[in-house]
């Protein structure tokens, strides 16, 4: 019924080439065809600021997990629901 992303890691000197953002669309793509929710928690466990992961996720139309957003079957903090 959903997708969980764990981990995307770029190496360090390929960072800022467009890496992430076509893994990014490949899987919304995955998930429109297959009509999946994509949720994630970033994390700053390998050097990403919190506030900048949350802001490009935010650009492929994730939602924050929280207030009216809130969807109790997931403990991540961001949502992506699939475009119908």
């Known amino acids: ?3 969980e992303l764990n981990l995307i890691r770029i190496h360090h000197e ?3 080439k467009g890496f992430a953002t076509k893994i990014i669309d490949d899987l919304i793509d995955y998930a429109n065809d297959n009509n999946k ?3 994630l928690t970033p ?4 050097g ?3 506030k900048r992961l949350t802001d ?3 650009s492929f ?3 924050l997990n929280k207030g009216n957003n809130k969807d109790f079957r997931f403990k991540n903090t961001l949502i992506r629901y ?3």
């Open 43 to 46: 994390s700053k466990e390998f």
């Open 1 to 3: 019924i959903d997708l």
């Open 48 to 50: 990403s600021d919190i």
């Open 56 to 58: 490009f996720y935010k």
């Open 14 to 16: 390929k960072r800022g």
């Open 61 to 63: 139309d994730f939602v």
């Open 37 to 39: 929710i994509i949720h």
């Open 82 to 84: 699939p475009n119908k």
